[in-house]
């Protein structure tokens, strides 16, 4: 292919890739057929094979390439200073459950499947990574070893995703105060453990 | 009905739900039809619509009761005393993801699907009330207020859920690590509180 109509594919294989999947996240994996798929498209189940190799692929693709976009989303508000973590930690999760809800339920139809699951592992490995380098990026800002940081980014992004899935707001606020109150307590254990060093040198 | 022949249908209705949600744990609930089920279960499909009303309804039935039995093997092997805790905590998600991965992983696949998906929030509810209580049970034995109690143990089966949808041993450590920290960190903030007290009163 010229680069030009390269372009074009591409162009148009994410169109797609983002039409069957908003069409699934409004249908559910289970009982959606490529025939409906495609009359949502707007093009033949033949011109959907162009683009896809089967409809197993054509699931894996859409899947990964949806959910990385909701994942730059998420980041874009990502804060990089403290006095940005308590406004994060509060609006977050109500924006990301309305805005990203039914495809966060779609991710995991799709990632639990038998058929996809080494897919959904591999999607959580490459999110491992993220956050632990955004951690790292945190650690100087925020006073606590990234080795800490990691696991309550972890913690606070599963409290918002599982809010996304099922709405439930008793599981999320404990979570947000149980983790806000455990910040605290690491900061002024660090901060402690920083004061003892300089009264000893 | 007579009650000979109730107890009957249940223990059948019982053992019908745990063979059809172990082949759906095994093949996923897209792509699995009730033909495949009753023949799976050594009945016919009209013999499998005598116990239920339809296939939604059987795996709505079966995903609860079978989550249900989950549940009660997780608590079963939960402390009741401090000592026990870390024992807890490292013990419990090697042996719940190898026993009850694939039922996890199907649960999602149920509770996350748009015609499930309130069926999925009444579950969490549920769960929620349940461990409020055992978090309440454990306040006294721990010296922990109840309510910081209940967000670290959701914290901690969520970590042992995840873990046992992807098998992520790097999210999984660096949580069970940070919540080490964090309780030892919230029992001597507790002490401190309940030695001032003392030394006011």
Redesign the interface.
Known sequence: MKERNIEEHNAKKNELMEKCYDYY???????TGMKELAAHCGVSASNLYHYFKNKDDLIIESTAYCMEKVEDDFMMLAPEYQEDVIRFLNETPEWTAKKHG?K???M??V?????Y?EH??RF??GV?QRYTEYAKMLEAKIGIPY??I???I??YV??CV?YA????K??LE??I??LK??VR??IA?EMSKSLQINSQG
Chains 1, 2 share one sequence.
Do not use: S
């Open positions: 996240c409004e249908n559910g994996l289970y009982g039914k966060y339920r779609m995991y139809q990632y639990t499947h038998p058929k699951f959904g592992k959580f490995e491992n080795t800490t990691t696991p309550l972890f913690i599963r409290a599982h899935l099922f709405e439930d008793y599981y404990a979570q105060e149980v109150k455990a307590l690491f254990e």
